[in-house]
């Protein structure tokens, strides 16, 4: 029906996988969620191939909980809904099923091949300078692990006999910890440039080392980042920020070059200060996030983006003040002018955005405490986001310790109590706070970074 496909890599696809029968591997139904050994039988009933794939394999081989669990089968996208009622057909660039019970989703993705398409065919496979716009042509279970980015995600279990088939080596790679691309990496990664960022997501995750071939590329080729949808990146940058190791994607991603395609303004600030305050306020701020995440807190962009932004925002903040501004008028100048240069890179969601530039824009109205104005700040929603964004530049020695500490004693104190202190600080001059370096920073109460109700 779909012919002539012209095959990309003929050679490329192992003729014969390594299958490791049930009870020679670790992998147990008893750790596999019921849903997804629910559409796997389905899928199975009704004459399909159905096996577990990817990060769901790779975990539980490792004895981690995995976080989802996808499956690869030879239905189509549309037999596979016609097979679950609780089924939506999702994604252009790459179709997918979902199968939704209740909150959780079992991802079900047919086989994918290598062919491309050729003129008239129904095949739907789009390339451009080497990067594939578009796939969904279908093929064989040989073709689609080799089409997967590393060895270790391209493990099937297959529930037709419980054995692991494994086309890449993966097993090998697992035992050694070791992340390697299926393929030519340099390729692989000109494929799809977010496999760079999936490259050091998974050693992070997973404590692996990038084998030497695949990681060579990675210092040369970031640029290729640029040419990513803006929303496909902020994706992927809650998923490697948001997941318990953030501190060592940031390192990854700086000594790898990445982290200053995506955030050029911090990475100039970075740069330019080796050693200081701000490396010292994104490193803490990323370790306080992934503190919260290991305690079951919650987390939210907005905290997130606000700390990998503000050096810039700050500096822009100071030359605006410099230039006459009134502090209100210069940060919403400063937060404009970065935001709107970040956005055209990373697209963050209004629903993070806003409450980010507010949290920055309180940090200016914190260092005001005559009146009746802390009465009023410490009851604003935000209040608690900008008082741990506050703790945090204290504790980096970028912003007044004692004024953190004084917010910290406010919060705790009675009515009496907090009408005595800021008549006090109402005489009390403003002071601009000490630029310190790092290792100088004063302890203060523990920066959360936390906003209650974010997503
Ligand atoms: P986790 O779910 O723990 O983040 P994962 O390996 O399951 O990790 P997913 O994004 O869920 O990652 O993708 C599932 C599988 O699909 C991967 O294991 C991999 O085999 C394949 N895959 C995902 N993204 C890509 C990509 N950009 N290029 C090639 N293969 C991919
Ligand atoms: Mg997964």
Redesign the pocket.
């Known amino acids: 029906m779909q012919e002539p496909f012209q095959n990309t890599s003929p050679d490329a696809i192992a003729a014969s996988p390594l299958i490791v029968p049930r009870p020679e591997h670790g992998i147990s139904r008893a750790n596999i969620s019921e849903n997804a050994l629910k559409v796997l039988y389905r899928l199975k009933q009704e004459n399909f191939q159905a096996h577990l ?4 394999v ?2 539980l081989l490792l004895g981690h909980e ?3 669990f ?1 499956v690869a089968t030879d239905a189509t996208p549309e037999q596979v809904r016609q097979v679950f009622r609780n089924c939506r057909l999702i994604g252009r660039r790459f179709r997918l099923a979902h199968v939704h019970f209740g909150r959780e989703i079992i ?1 079900v ?1 047919t086989f994918r091949g290598t062919t491309v398409a050729s003129e008239g065919d129904d095949n739907d496979r789009q390339m451009e300078n080497g990067r594939i716009l578009r796939d969904n042509t279908y093929g064989t279970i040989a073709e689609d692990a080799l ?4 060895t270790v ?2 493990l099937y279990y297959n529930i037709a006999d419980f054995s692991l088939i494994d086309y890449a080596d993966g097993l090998e790679d697992i035992k050694a910890g070791r992340l390697r691309l299926i393929g030519d990496p340099e390729q ?1 990664y000109r ?2 440039p ?2 760079m960022l ?1 490259a050091v ?2 050693a992070c ?1 997973l404590g692996f080392t990038i084998e030497r071939q695949t990681e060579e590329p990675l210092f040369n080729l970031a640029h290729l980042l640029a040419d990513i949808a803006p929303a496909r990146l902020f994706d992927e940058l809650i ?1 490697l920020f948001h ?1 318990g190791y953030g501190l060592g994607v940031f390192e990854k991603l700086r000594q790898y070059g990445l982290f200053g395609e995506l955030f050029p303004a911090t990475e100039d600030c970075l740069a330019r200060e080796d050693q200081g305050f701000p490396l010292t306020f994104v490193s803490r701020g990323l370790a306080n996030t992934d503190k919260r995440l290991h305690e079951d807190k919650s987390v939210t962009p907005a905290f997130l983006f606000g700390v990998l932004l503000w050096e810039p925002v700050r500096q822009r903040f100071e030359e605006y003040l410099a230039g006459g501004e009134a502090a209100n008028e210069a940060m919403f100048l400063a937060a404009s002018e970065i935001c709107t240069q970040q956005q055209s890179l990373v697209a963050i969601p209004k629903r993070f955005s806003l409450p980010m530039r507010e949290i920055w824009s309180m940090q200016p109205r914190l260092e005001q405490r005559d009146g009746k104005r802390p009465q009023r700040l410490v009851t604003h929603p935000r209040f608690r986001a900008a008082y741990d964004f506050l703790v945090l530049r204290a504790e980096a020695g970028e912003a007044d310790p004692e004024l953190a500490a004084w917010w910290t004693r406010f919060q705790e104190a009675s009515g009496a109590e907090r009408a005595t202190m800021t008549e006090g600080s109402a005489k009390r001059r403003r002071r601009r706070p000490r630029r310190r370096k790092s290792g100088d920073a004063t302890p203060g109460a523990d920066a959360t970074g936390v906003v209650k109700g974010g997503g």
Do not use: I
């Not at 794939?53 to 769901?56: A, E, F, P």
């Not at 089409?147 to 590393?150: E, S």
């Open positions: 794939v990817g990060g769901g790779r975990d995995p976080k989802d996808d991802e993705a089409r997967r980015d590393f995600n391209a692989r494929e799809d977010v496999r999936r997501r998974f995750k998923k997941s």
